[in-house]
């Protein structure tokens, strides 16, 4: 029996340094595709499947993905056929003992890659649409109608470890993606920030542009410009602001960001004129810019720097390639590093809210959902073709 619910969990940015360490866990997907694009670069590492099992053993593997929403794999490499779609899922954990229990999904992308394995598209799913999830018997949830951020939850709720959990709530959350899309997925990943941080500090930092002028409520900075990690309590404002210092704004122009700098532009949405939507486009584009990076000539012509930022990735995320091995999967799609990341935005990138019981939604618009459907069918290329203004600004 389904309920009706309309949740919305308040405080959704705060976070708070001294007493917990919240997972910006849209970050965690930009190690994935740093890394994973990284990976697949022809320059460096074709028929080096070897060398790439190396490099890739300490990528944590475990099943994330089950019935209807899992494509059936087929193992050997070049036997990958058809289009690809992969689940990625970043969350945001709280801590025991916190007011705030619920695991949700932060951030829902699925990286597609069309039947000619040349090429990747990166379309974000808005965490407050209003949806049907279906109800999930491994954890005996009956079913409701709310934001699709919430079916994470609901598969990570009940008894088992830490890596168990998680991997119900991203199983949850692709059953749900599939029920209303009918999208199978190939392969998902849970993305951890630390090694986010990590994989950007052993690059040397992005570049990035900044496409709107953003101010910090997760960073301060002083007039000798040393960098204060902040928290942000909704209805109050900035806490923990030293004497003296003043939030971090960052000014439009393109500059080299470090992993510290690159992370808060990312998280950023309250001073961005289209809010949620800006934070996507900018996460999009920082998932962009650490692919660049990871497959310029100083990472994959430096064996020991590659070797470095490949095992920093490898710790930053739980991957799922449903038994295809690891090295078998990325020589297979190798060609997709010859080309940019596309960057799709849902509703063309516009507020398409909707209220229900005195609470916000977002609702996908009409278009969206055959963006989705074409998606599902590998038909992304001819969509955004003949949809322009689909694809976000790089």
């Not at 056929?81 to 990625?88: D, E, H, I, P, S």
């Amino acid at each position: 029996m389904q309920v009706e619910r309309g949740q919305r969990r308040p405080g959704t940015d705060v976070t708070t340094p001294r007493k917990r360490r919240r997972d910006p866990l849209w970050a965690r997907l930009t190690v994935v595709f740093g890394a994973v694009l990284m990976m697949l670069s022809g320059t460096a590492i074709v028929g080096a499947r070897v060398v790439i099992g190396n490099a890739t053993s300490s990528i944590e593997t475990t099943s994330l993905l089950g019935g209807a929403a899992a494509a059936a794999g087929q193992p050997g490499g070049n036997n990958i056929k058809g289009a690809v779609n992969l689940l990625l899922v970043g969350i945001d954990a709280r801590p025991k003992g916190s007011s705030e229990t619920a695991v949700l999904a932060d951030t829902i992308v699925v990286l597609h890659i069309p039947p000619s394995h040349d090429q990747a598209y990166l379309v974000s799913l808005p965490r407050d649409w209003r949806v049907q999830i279906p109800a999930y018997p491994k954890t005996g949830f009956g079913g409701s109608t709310e934001k699709i951020n919430s079916a994470f939850s609901y598969g990570y709720q009940g008894p088992g470890t830490e890596l168990e959990k998680r991997a119900r709530g991203v199983d949850s959350l692709a059953q749900t993606v599939h029920t209303l899309t009918g999208i199978k997925f190939n392969g998902a990943a849970i993305i951890d920030f630390a090694g986010f941080e990590s994989v950007v500090k052993t690059l040397g930092g992005v570049n990035m542009c900044v496409d709107e002028r953003a101010e910090s409520i997760h960073l301060g900075i002083d007039k000798k410009g040393k960098i204060y990690k902040l928290w942000y309590k909704e209805g109050e404002g900035i806490q923990d602001l030293p004497p003296g210092a003043k939030a971090v704004v960052h000014e439009k122009g393109c500059r080299r960001m470090s992993a510290e700098l690159a992370l808060d532009y990312a998280r950023i949405r309250k001073s961005l004129s289209d809010g949620d939507y800006g934070r996507q486009r900018h996460q999009q584009q920082l998932i962009k810019a650490i692919a660049k990076e990871a497959t310029s000539k100083g990472v994959i012509t430096n064996p020991l720097k590659l070797n470095n930022v490949i095992k920093a990735a490898g710790k930053a995320f739980v991957l799922d390639t449903q038994g295809i091995p690891v090295e078998d999967f990325i020589f297979t799609l190798r060609g997709v590093a010859a080309h940019d990341l596309v960057l799709i935005k849902t509703n063309a990138g516009k507020f398409n809210t909707q209220r229900v019981n005195g609470q916000e939604f977002e609702q996908l618009s009409e278009e969206s959902l055959q963006m989705l459907g074409a998606v599902r069918d590998g038909r992304l290329a001819e969509f955004v073709i003949s949809n322009p203004q689909f694809i976000a600004k790089t």
